[in-house]
C-alpha cells in the first residue's frame, strides 16, 4: 500500500470531528488494506507502533527531528526554529518546508506503508552508543523519499504527536463494519479487545480470520487482560441492595495492582494500565515462580508495600518508589511488597472470566501455596449491614483503604475493561468525612504568588468524560502540597506543556500554562456544587453551569499508576453530585 493512499484517509480524518463520519473513514480505509498490514496501520493511525503493553514507544525530541527535516529541506536552523515557532506543529513545517522544495522528491520512488513503518520501528527499536545518528539517518532516509503531506504525518508520528483523534473505541467500531457485517457485533470485537489490549491484533485476527475468528477469540498468555473495575457506594445497606442482599467482601488493600502472567518458569507482570512492569519486580517473579501452581495462569493481585521493621502495610505512596528503574536491588530490600491475590482469570487452558466469582476464587485457592509473603485477600460472605460495617472496619484497622464487595451470583463474571456494579467499594474516606476521593487529570497550572512567587501554585484539574473522549475542567487546587511537591512538580509536568489549549480540553478558565492530559492526583473536595465556570457536565444539571469540586486539596497521592483516560469520569462526578443531593432533601431542615 502506498503511503500517499494512507496520508489521503489521514487527511480526511483530520478534517472532522464527527466520530460517525471518522468511523465511515476509517473503514473504508481498513478495506481496502490488505489484512498482511491491518495491524500495522491501526496501530500508525493512533500514532504507534505496537500495543501500548509492549512499551516501546515513537518519542524522537523536536530538535532531533527538525535536524532532519533541515537536511532534507536544505534550510537553516534559525528559518526551521522560527517557522516552527510560528505553526506550533511539527508536521506543519515539514510540509510547509518541503513544499517549496517539491520537485526534488517527484522522481524519489514512492513510499509505501511497509516502508515508512520499518523506518519509524527502526528509530523506535535502536538504543545505545551510535543511536541518535541512526535514527537521524533512518528519518532523513524516508522524509528525502516524502511528499509535503507524507512528511506532515511521518514528522508527527516520529515525535508522538498523531493525534488524529481517533480513539480505539471508534477503530472497534470501524473494525465490527468493515470485517464483521455491521454494529451488531460490535460486542465481540470489544471483548476480543477486553482479552489482548492489542487492537492491532484484534484487527488482524478479523481481516484474516473473519468474524467466527472474533467470537472465539481467546486469551493470550502475554497479552494483558484489561482490567475489571468497581463502582462505589457509600453505605453498607446500598451496597447489598444493590447486590441482591448478598455479596463476598474482600479487603481493599491499598497497593499496586497486579496482573501476573505464568507459563513454565516464565513470569510477566502488567500494571493496572497494562504496562509491563516486569523488571520492576524481581522478587513478585520469584513469589509468583514459588507460589502459583499451575504451569500456566493470569491471576490477579494487589501488591502491598511492607514496613520491613513493622511488617506493617505501608500506604500505597510507598509503593511508588519501586516505580524508579535503577538500584531495584535495593528497593527491594527497603520497600517490600506482600501480594494479595484476588482472582484467577486462566489455569491451564481454561478461560476462567466466564465463570462466576466463587468458581474463580475456589480455582486461585487451589493454584496458590499461601506463605507470609502471598496470600489471598481476606475475605468473608456477608449479608446483614452490621456484618459489612464490621468487616469494613476490620479492614480499616489493618491499615486498609476499606472494602470491595462483589457479586456471588451466577451472573458474576469477569467483565475485563467495564467498571460495573458487580463489585462495588467501600472506602474510608466516604463513611468518616462524608468526602470522597477523585483522580483527576492536571490539564493546566497557574503562577504562585507570595512564597510560591516563581513557581507553581495552583493546577487546574479535570475529569474525564469518555464518551466524548475530552477533559472537563472541575476545579483548581492548591493545597495540600508540600513544599516538596511543589519543587517537583515543573519537573513532572515539563512533558506535558503546551503552548496553546490542548484539544481534548474543555476549559473556560485560562491557565498561566497549558498542559496536555498526561498527570493523574488524587483530590478530595468538600463538596460538589454547581459552577458557573467549569465545564465538568455543563448544561446538564442546569444550562450555563457545570459542576465543580469545592475547597479541593490535593492528598499527596500522585497516582502514576492511572493514565488520564483512568481518572474520575464526568459521569461518576454527576452521580456523586446527585446523592450528595439526595443526602440534603432527606435530612429534615433545621427546626422543621
Ligand atoms: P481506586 O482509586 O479506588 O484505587 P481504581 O479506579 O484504581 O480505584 P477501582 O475499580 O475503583 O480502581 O477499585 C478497584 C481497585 O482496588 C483495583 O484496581 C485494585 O487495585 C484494588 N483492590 C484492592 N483490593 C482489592 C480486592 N480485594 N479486589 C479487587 N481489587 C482490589
Redesign the pocket.
Known sequence: MLFSELVEFYERIEATTKRLEMTDILVELFRKTSPEIIDKVVYMTLGELYPPFVGIELGVAEKLALRALRSVAGVSEKKAQELYGKLGDIGLVAERLLESKAQATLFAEPLTVERVYSSLEKIARTTGEGAIETKLQVLTGILGSAQPKEAKYIMRMVTGTMRLGVADMTILDALAVAYGGGKEVREAFERAYNLSSDIGLVAKVAAKEGLKAIEEFRIRIGNPIR????E?LSTAEEILEKLDGKGLA????????MQIHKRGDEILIFS?RQENITAQYPDVINYARACIKAREAIV?C?AVAIDPETGEMLPFQELMHRRRKYEIEKAIEEYPVSL?F??ALYVDGQDLTSKPLLERRKVLESITEVNERVML?E?RIVERPEELEEFFLRAVESG??GA?V?SISPESLYKAGA?GWL?I?Y?RSYVSKMVD?V?LVVVGAFYGRGKRRGKFGALLMAAYNPERDVFESVCKVGSGFTDEDLAKLPEMLSPYISKDKPPRVESSMQPDVWLKPGMVL?IIGDEITLSPVHMCCRDLVRKGSGLAIRFPRFTGRF?L??SPE?A?TSSEIMSMYERQLKKVVEKPAEGA
Not at 482490567?227 to 468497581?230: F, S
Open positions: 482490567p475489571m473495575l468497581a462505589r474482600e479487603f481493599k488493600y491499598d497497593g499496586e495492582r493496572r490477579e494487589e494479595f484476588f482472582d485477600t475475605s486498609c483503604e470491595i462483589k467498571r463489585w467499594k472506602k476521593t483522580d488524587e497516582r499508576d492511572k483512568d474520575t
